[in-house]
């Protein structure tokens, strides 16, 4: 505890008196300041005692005292010490009285008690206090250090909330709440994601202190790790602002849990270059290679169905943000993931098929949708912009067609780039129509090309050729239902054919030009 004004008037040597302000004892003295200007207040921060003779004072003025008196209370001197038998043989009235009106605690000073063996005493108190902190942080940090070691980051929240009388909270790299201690602090601690994931966004190492939910404590949110992007944070919630031991006990606590949640670069490394091989020989058709390679750290990752997520970005931080999201989202669902980057624009992802990593994935995906429409939106709806990200989703397989599995993903991935959406999966291509993929530019200029002449032809009145060729093709050749359907003769129809033939060029008895003109056309329909 700091030196208090009741602590110096039990001091033995100093002989203090109690003239008003007694029930007021208890306040901290951060510093005793002798002064004897008629205005100190400039020159106050604010907790000091402050220790006069009275010497340019007119201590039995009652306007002179009142305006004093409320001077240093502003200012936030928690007592003012009189020295008597030097100016002043006791302490005027005045002064005793308007002290108890302010609520300002006023000592008597005897003439044989010198300010400096006050200053002394403060300084002397607030040292041990120091001392006493530091010795009980370091006492703090080997706790929490035995409880890392021993129990992990659960072990050491319980040590950190024990050490702050308060609760503690670990949250991953997405900002989902990881362990808390004591276990009723979970709610609690849930309710600040978003305080956690605007602090993310920060460069690290970032802090804040928030006021908790409902104003139930003070709470500090610190970033945790070592790179461009925070791993993790912790929380720290408490009924009231950190004394000095409880702060080394979070500062120890921070390192610690860094340590933790932080893997070496070269570890890491290692890891990525383990699991890029262990991809190479899945895609070669080696995955009794593949699973000796990748031992148990892949878990049954390997045996079970999985899909392979490809993502492309011209900005390596939409990747890093997909990498983060996966692999937080496998690891709170325990499940295993392999992450494999091909440079700074490119990203494979091995994950389990219904898993919590694809639902992640997914999610991510339809946030950076509806963030690119919003932005669409307050454009004014202009586009030719590049997309940030874009990701292909394999149908589920095995190790066997992990090659099938990475072109179904390629493919994917390449639709939606040209559809300008963030993630495609490849099961949605085969379940759907082939019309969508008919928007591709290369396929409209086709068409175009295609169909010209007939449009020219049908543009100078001598007849409506690609109506007619529509009709017929639809109708899969049948003259007289096609004839009905443009509302003339069969013979007409037939004549339109043959003008068809003769302006293109091609024989409408040849299947593949009958299939391309009716791409053609639909691509075309597509286009208006």
């Known amino acids: 505890m700091p030196p208090t004004l009741a602590s110096l008037v039990h001091h033995s040597a100093l002989k203090l008196t109690v003239r008003a302000g007694e029930n007021r004892l208890d306040v901290p003295v951060r510093w005793a300041h002798v002064s004897e200007l008629a205005d100190p207040v400039p020159y ?10 009275a010497l340019k004072l007119d201590a039995d003025d009652p306007k002179a005292m009142r305006r004093y008196v409320k001077r240093l209370v502003g200012a936030g001197v928690v007592g003012l010490g009189f020295a008597v038998g030097v100016n002043y043989d006791e302490i005027p009235k005045v002064l005793v009285d308007t002290a108890g009106e302010e609520g300002l605690p006023l000592l008597e000073v005897p003439r044989r008690t010198p300010f400096i063996a006050i200053s002394k005493a403060v300084s002397a108190a607030i040292a041990a206090d120091q001392y006493r902190s530091v010795t009980a942080g370091f006492a703090a940090q080997r706790e929490l250090t035995k409880q890392a070691l021993t129990d992990g980051p659960e072990g050491l929240l319980t040590a950190l909330a024990a050490q702050v009388d308060g609760w503690a909270a670990l949250y991953d ?4 709440v990881v362990a808390t201690a004591p276990e009723w602090a979970g709610r609690r601690a849930a309710r600040l994601t978003a305080d956690v994931e605007r602090l993310r966004d ?5 802090s804040s202190v928030v006021g908790g939910p409902d104003n139930e404590d003070r709470v500090e949110l610190h970033t945790l790790g070592t790179g461009r992007r925070p791993r993790a ?11 000095t031991a409880e702060r080394y006990a979070v500062h120890s606590a921070i390192a610690l849990l860094t340590l933790t949640t932080e893997r070496s670069r070269s570890l890491q490394a290692a890891q990525e270059r383990i699991g890029a091989a262990v991809l190479r020989m899945l895609l070669a058709g080696q995955p009794d290679h593949a699973r000796a ?8 990752l390997l045996d079970a169905p999985f899909r392979i997520i490809v993502g492309e970005s011209a900005d390596g931080d939409p990747l890093d ?5 996966v692999e937080s989202a496998a690891a709170r669902s325990g499940e295993a993931v392999l992450v494999v980057p091909e440079g700074p624009e490119r990203l494979v992802v091995l994950a389990v098929d219904d898993g919590a990593a694809v639902e992640a994935c997914g999610d991510y995906a339809a946030t950076l949708e509806g963030e690119r429409a919003t932005s669409g939106r307050e454009q004014g709806g202009s586009g030719g912009e590049e997309q940030e990200l874009v990701v292909g989703l394999s149908a589920p397989a095995g190790p066997i067609a992990a090659a099938a599995a990475y072109k179904q993903a390629e493919q994917a991935l390449s639709v939606a780039r040209r559809r300008g959406r963030v993630l495609v999966e490849h099961e949605q291509l085969a379940a759907g129509s082939v019309l969508p993929l008919l928007a591709d530019d290369a396929v409209r200029a086709f068409a175009d090309g295609l169909l010209r002449p007939l449009s020219e032809h049908d543009a100078t009145g001598r007849g409506d050729l690609v109506a007619s060729l529509r009709a017929w093709l639809s109708r899969h050749g049948q003259w007289d239902a096609a004839a009905a359907d443009l509302g003339v003769h069969r013979h007409t129809l037939r004549y339109r054919m043959r003008r068809v033939e003769e302006i293109l060029g091609r024989s409408l008895d040849d299947p593949d030009v009958r299939m391309e003109l009716w791409l053609a056309l639909k691509a075309t329909a597509a286009a208006e």
Do not use: F, H, K, N
């Open 202 to 206: 920060r460069p690290a190492p970032a």
């Open 44 to 53: 106050m921060e604010g907790g000091e005692l402050l220790l006069t003779t």
């Open 293 to 300: 390679v990748a031992g148990d750290l892949y878990g049954g």
């Open 173 to 176: 790299a997405s900002g989902a």
């Open 233 to 243: 944070a912790l929380a720290v919630g408490t009924a009231s602002a950190l004394g």
């Open 321 to 325: 943000g997909l990498a983060e999201v």
